[in-house]
């Protein structure tokens, strides 16, 4: 069984920054990525942002050059920093982890969700 627990979202101001955080724990062998999701009132999930074990990343075009993701492979957590803040990234912002299970099968988990809102 695997725990990702998020922290930091919460309410800001347009411009302001939150850093978002998910660590995971459990019956993890080794991670293939984690990533950020956000899904706003009345819309689908979307990606926000992902990084690989080797630290590749990739970023939905809305965020590119405001967010930015890292990880720290010995907590096995990653970050998510936001700066300049838009109405529009309101959203609750889920953690997603892809990874092999200590009984080597591969699987994809969610947090819980934390709510970020950005108010105008």
């Known amino acids: 069984q695997v725990q990702l627990v998020e922290s930091g979202g919460g309410l800001v101001r347009a411009g302001g920054s939150l850093r978002l955080s998910c660590a995971a724990s459990?019956?993890?062998?080794?991670?293939?990525?984690m990533g950020w999701y956000r899904q706003a009132p009345g819309k689908q999930r979307e990606l926000v942002a992902t990084?690989?074990?080797?630290?590749?990343?990739n970023y939905a075009d809305s965020v590119k050059g405001r967010f930015t993701i890292s990880r720290d492979n010995a907590k096995n957590t990653v970050y998510l920093q936001m700066n300049s803040l838009k109405p529009e990234d309101t959203a609750v912002y889920y953690c997603?982890?892809?990874?092999?299970?200590?009984?080597?099968?591969?699987?994809?988990?969610w947090g819980q969700g934390t709510q970020v809102t950005v108010s105008s």
């Open positions: 990084i690989t074990s080797g630290n590749s990343t």
């Open positions: 459990g019956s993890i062998f080794s991670i293939n990525a």
């Open positions: 997603n982890l892809d990874y092999y299970s200590t009984r080597w099968y591969r699987a994809l988990d």
